[in-house]
């Protein structure tokens, strides 16, 4: 049976184990290429072994989750919103906190403190004992396991008290309902801080969301983006987004292309000219036709490759992963051997013991662990994309960190890609005009940026018309082509022993023809960005196809000093292995002729207009051909490894530090509790951070 990708909405997943939990259960049905999101609550799977789909989602659902058609239109009731389960309790955890510090008598009675209590432990029971049952039954407990045991052992050991009538010292009452309060107020932070963690993508999900103006038989109609068919004629006004994928027909606009490559200058558009789905009509009409809908759109690859960038874990992560699953096990562990050692060796009364015991549950914080990693790359990725840059993957962002070399293309790369012929010496018996319609008619068949320009160029001059019969690119080689008549043709550099300026030779059944000298214009900011990637330690190198000379005419303008030219598509792949070996190194290049290269390097980085060659091809894409947007690259991923490493590294020392502070008795359970809800926060506050952190090389 044919693999079938199955796509679940998951809705009641709110931390890093949950995810855990269901993704074991997956993984035990033999599922394969799982990938959990919490935060987008979205659970993808391979399904190539038969497996009932509606024995997959009940079991989902078993785990205490909801699978849902579309969570957008999931009306939550108000009884299970998490933000009203906080306030019904803060309510009636007030009164108890107060008894402590108010002299009204009636507060102080047991049976009014059970009362007060008893909703509050019920609400807590509901929410927190659903969830730490069903995370048990996962095989992953988590954080809610550990509130469930602290918050029944204080409400079950003041309950016997009330019933047995032993006076003050066994109420606890307070303690229990506050724990319960706190840990909610903290869920209500930490679900609306991950909401903003991946506001990038909802940013990018709304802009998809547009209507459209169809062209039929003359009459306009607005339908939805949805809707549009390949080949449909839409009217797009000035204001307007852009539906989908097409081409202009006819009219001319301004238009703001920023959501996608971070350009806050419009760019013009022209008949013939492409434009893209979600881009902003600022001045102007157009009437377009539509070519890519649905997920065909450059848009909707880039939501989906922003969301397996999320899947993708850097390695650091897998050590909290690792730590979070054996947590809640050991803390249990840590709080049963608190109360056995602080009743019975040290022989303090029941009430210390148990409340040691509570403390050391309640400030224990697996989720902190288990967040510490996703929501950094979420913010990190969210922030490459809003300057047009695709990062395919939490993991090429550490495999980013310490690069010791980056490897450069020349053509539209460090170069702009527009050439300009400047010379063609032509053999005895060659007319010009000729050999002009030759390398037009050649040329018109390659998507190369060289050939595009000598297209350009050429078709205002003088030539005699060529009609072929074929023609097919050699990469890194050139074109080859064979006329009506039954004559073969070889436009390109190959190898060449000839050290002048002419850069490419036209051959004709095995005979030169002529030589053409070919120059393109270096990219404005290419001297700045080597000075920099100098600056961070980095050596910047250059690797062409292109002639000796040429090369190292561009290098010694730039500032490279380590350059390899005349490389073939196969050298260039034994030259990026030699520097692998050195050191990390990225490539860049355009992301057609480099496909080998950019793939064998460390991570590949392609500067290309996002074609489908570049998006399959490279771990990187910059949607906008400015350069300083790889110096941003490496500047988030840097700080994006630096706040996971932070969060990190908080988690765990606030879990070694508390820990056995609680266990000393030095701590109120309360004021744990307390510390416990806000662990999380201060985990995705540092995250979120990273949307405004000023970035330094």
């Not at 008549?485 to 030169?512: R, T, V």
């Amino acid at each position: 049976m044919a693999e079938q990708l199955i796509e679940l909405n998951v809705i009641g997943m709110h931390c890093n184990n949950c995810a855990l939990s269901v993704h074991k259960l997956l993984e035990r049905k033999g599922l394969q290429n799982i990938h959990v999101d919490f935060a987008s609550e979205e659970v993808k799977f391979s399904n190539s072994n038969d497996a009932d789909l509606a024995i997959i989602k009940k079991d989902i659902e078993g785990l205490g989750y909801k699978v849902v058609d579309d969570p957008a239109q999931q009306v939550t009731p108000f009884y299970e919103k998490i933000e009203n389960k906080f306030i019904f309790c803060a309510i009636l955890t007030v009164p108890l906190l107060l008894h402590m510090v108010l002299p009204w008598h009636f507060l102080h009675l047991p049976s009014v403190q059970l009362l007060l209590c008893t909703p509050v432990f019920i609400v807590g029971c509901l929410h927190f004992g659903k969830s730490a049952i069903n995370s048990i039954k996962g095989g992953v407990p988590n954080m809610d396991v550990l509130i469930f045991v602290g918050s029944s052992a204080a409400f079950i050991y003041s309950l016997i008290g009330t019933i047995e009538n032993l006076g003050e010292h066994y109420q606890f009452y307070e303690t229990c309902a506050t724990i319960i309060s706190l840990v909610l107020l903290g869920n209500v932070l930490e679900k609306r801080s991950v909401t903003q963690t991946t506001s990038a993508i909802k940013d990018l999900v709304k802009i998809q969301q547009v209507n459209a103006n169809r062209v039929v038989n003359g009459s306009v109609e607005v339908v939805s983006a949805k809707e549009v068919r390949p080949g449909d004629t839409l009217l797009v006004n000035m204001g307007d987004k852009i539906p989908v994928d097409g081409e202009v027909l006819s009219g001319s606009a301004s238009v703001d292309e920023a959501m996608l490559t971070g350009e806050s200058v419009p760019v013009e558009k022209e008949k013939y000219d492409k434009v893209i789905g979600g881009t902003i009509v600022q001045h102007g009409n157009i009437r377009m036709i539509a070519t890519k809908v649905g997920s065909n759109t450059v848009l909707a690859q880039i939501i989906e490759l922003m969301k397996k960038a999320q899947a993708a874990k850097p390695p650091v992560q897998k050590l909290g992963d690792k730590v979070a699953a054996i947590f809640v096990p050991a803390v249990i562990l840590i709080a049963l051997l608190t109360f056995v050692i602080t009743y019975f060796a040290v022989h303090t009364g029941m009430q210390v013991a148990l409340m040691n015991a509570i403390a050391v549950l309640v400030i224990s914080c697996p989720c902190a662990m288990g967040l510490a990693t996703p929501t950094a790359v979420m913010v990190g990725l969210g922030r490459a994309a809003k300057n047009g840059i695709l990062i395919k993957g939490g993991d090429t962002i550490e495999a980013v960190a310490h690069t010791k070399y980056v490897v450069f293309d020349k053509t539209g790369t460090l170069t702009t890609g527009k050439f300009h012929i400047t010379d063609i010496k032509t053999e005895e018996n060659a007319d010009l005009e000729q050999i002009r319609g030759i390398i037009m008619a050649i040329e018109e068949r390659s998507n190369h940026p060289i050939a595009r320009s000598f297209v350009n160029e050429l078709k205002t001059l003088p030539q005699t018309k060529l009609i072929l019969k074929s023609a097919k690119e050699e990469k890194g080689l050139g074109m080859r082509a064979e006329d009506v008549n039954g004559n073969h043709y070889f436009l390109g550099s190959g190898k060449s022993k000839d050290k002048s300026d002419f850069n490419l030779s036209l051959y004709k059944n095995q005979k030169l023809l002529a030589q053409i000298a070919i120059e393109d214009e270096i990219k404005p900011d290419a001297i700045t960005l080597i000075r920099q990637l100098k600056k961070m330690d980095i050596i910047p190198v250059l690797l062409s196809g292109d002639k000796n000379s040429r090369c190292l005419k561009l290098a010694k303008l730039i500032g490279i000093e380590d350059v390899h030219a005349e490389k073939l598509p196969d050298e260039k792949l034994t030259i990026i292995d030699v520097y692998k070996q050195k050191g990390k190194t990225i490539m860049i290049g355009d992301g057609i002729n480099d496909a080998p290269a950019l793939t064998q390097a460390d991570v590949g980085v392609s500067m290309n207009d996002a074609s489908q060659v570049a998006i399959q091809s490279a771990r990187v894409v910059l949607l906008n051909t400015d350069l300083h947007s790889v110096v941003k690259f490496l500047q988030i991923s840097k700080h994006t490894l630096i706040t996971i490493k932070q969060n990190l590294f908080w988690a765990f020392a606030y879990n070694i530090i508390a820990i056995p502070i609680a266990a000393l008795g030095f701590l109120n359970p309360m004021v744990g509790a307390f510390a416990m809800a806000f662990s999380d926060v201060v985990v995705i506050g540092n995250s979120l951070r990273l949307k405004t952190k000023r970035l330094t090389p």
